[in-house]
């Protein structure tokens, strides 16, 4: 199956933030990248969605009603829970050097706000653009925007779920998250579903990693 054009808008943005994490472990900076990379990367993400926002038609409709958004919301803050619970050693692929945003013992307050504002407000569009409205639906169908979320079928469902699982340290959290965001989708027909969702998990995960201290799941 190959791409049509509607495609690359959902890719790129994607394929960028992948390309800053292959670039570090590239130059060695797995374990010690600069922390200003971070903000170099959504912000380059950010710019890329916001010149192709005018193509992702799937975005530029309505809010889900105050009932989904509540499900959304529980449904992140359940992901939440069970991402920094499902790490025993064979759920784990590698070792994740984290983010530590502390100097001489103390946090440094702005690299904490700016990670948490890149992991809730952008990676949560760029991932759920690739994964749930792109990748779900076109292995459902080449011509993917024609396929609604419901019928995207397990096989996509499935095979999505996985990829993103393994996109993570923490592959079998991942996938879980992966089940719950596509579940969503399927089920509200609208992406900004999984997106609040993921924005939950994320940015929950953010504050609850600043208050103890465990950056290794950054």
Not at 11 to 38: E, K, S, T
Request: hydrophobic letters at 60%; aromatic letters at 16%.
């Amino acid at each position: 199956m190959g791409f049509e054009r509607a495609a690359w808008p959902r890719i790129v943005p994607f394929a960028l933030y992948m390309g800053f994490i292959a670039l570090a472990d590239l130059l060695g900076w797995a374990a010690a990248a600069p922390r200003w990379l971070y903000g170099v990367k959504v912000g380059v993400v950010l710019l890329a969605l916001l010149y192709w926002w005018r193509r992702y038609d799937e975005l530029r409709v309505p809010l889900p009603g105050a009932r989904a958004l509540l499900e959304a919301l529980a449904v992140g803050l359940v992901v939440l829970v069970l991402w920094v619970n499902l790490d025993a050693g064979w759920m784990v692929i590698g070792q994740s050097a984290g983010f530590d945003p502390t100097a001489d013992g103390a946090i440094q307050w702005p690299l904490v706000l700016m990670r948490i504002a890149g992991a809730a407000l952008v990676v949560p569009v760029m991932e759920e653009l690739f994964w749930r409205s792109f990748v779900m639906r076109w292995l459902a169908a080449p011509k993917f925007l024609e396929v609604h979320p419901a019928r995207v079928g397990l096989r996509g469902f499935v095979i999505t779920a996985l990829l993103f699982g393994v996109e993570h340290n923490l592959w079998f959290a991942g996938v879980v998250a992966g089940v719950a965001y596509g579940w969503l989708y399927m089920r509200s027909g609208n992406l900004w579903s999984p997106v609040v969702a993921h924005a939950v998990t994320n940015g929950a995960l953010g504050v609850w990693i600043t208050c103890t201290g465990n950056w290794s799941y950054w």
